[in-house]
């Protein structure tokens, strides 16, 4: 028993607290009565909302990634060609 309350004071000394801090004189927002529990058309409006901008990003992605790709296999296939003309003569 000595063990366990020493363990539950160690986890009690660990907690987590939670502060909040505001400025004087000023009232809190409300924020309304769809800020906890949005519609599920919300949710699902964001969830494609989401989908699409990451859509829209792996298609910028592709634009910066597929000339730097060109660039690299026509690096690739100068070092090879010269490899093969060095064996070549050899």
Known sequence: IQGRLKFLRDQVAEAT???EVRE???QPEDPGPDAENPSLADSLGLAV???LRIVGAIVIGLGYLI???VIALLVWGVVMLVRRRDHGAS
């Open 49 to 51: 909302q989401g989908f």
């Open 17 to 19: 607290i939670r502060v």
């Open 67 to 69: 000339p730097l790709a």
């Open 24 to 26: 004087r004189d000023v």
